[in-house]
């Protein structure tokens, strides 16, 4: 399987991302940053961030470590544990930091931290991946 690796700027075309105005700061060797500003689509029934952005912004980071998509490398979540901390608001911005924690043949162990504006943690999570297929080839175009 040969598949584009993931960088700065294609991560952009992603249309869920898009849609979401999620954006990928920062690809690492074992670290990615994303952010996102919560805003009025982003609101739950009392008003402040819904809990499935928090948790697709956490899903999300822990994809771009260099070792995973940025090096082509095909994964899928198969857990995902995520802790809700405090509330955000409109307005709030989010900074996720994913840390790889373990890279196998099979699978992956990221963990994302999600603060606010003030450095205040927001939501932290732990994910797992499967490594679906052998990267054969890497499309760096």
Not at 13 to 19: E, M, S, V
Not at 30 to 37: G, I, L, S
Not at 57 to 72: I, K, N, Q, W, Y
């Amino acid at each position: 399987m040969t598949i584009k690796a993931a960088t700065l700027e294609t991560v952009g075309t992603i249309p869920l991302l898009q849609t979401l105005g999620i954006r990928l700061l920062e690809i690492g060797d074992c670290h990615a940053v994303m952010e996102v500003t919560v805003d009025d689509c982003h609101r739950n029934y009392f008003g402040g961030a819904h809990g499935g952005l928090l948790a697709t912004l956490v899903d999300t980071a822990a994809f771009f470590p260099r070792p995973l998509l940025p090096s082509g490398t095909p994964c899928t979540t198969t857990s995902l544990n995520v802790v809700y901390v405090r509330p955000a608001s409109v307005g709030d911005r989010l900074t996720a930091r994913s840390e790889l924690l373990h890279i196998g043949r099979r699978t992956a162990s990221v963990r994302v931290v999600v603060s606010n504006q003030h450095g205040k943690l927001v939501v932290h999570g732990i994910a797992s991946l499967m490594l679906t297929g052998a990267c054969t080839g890497i499309d760096q175009s």
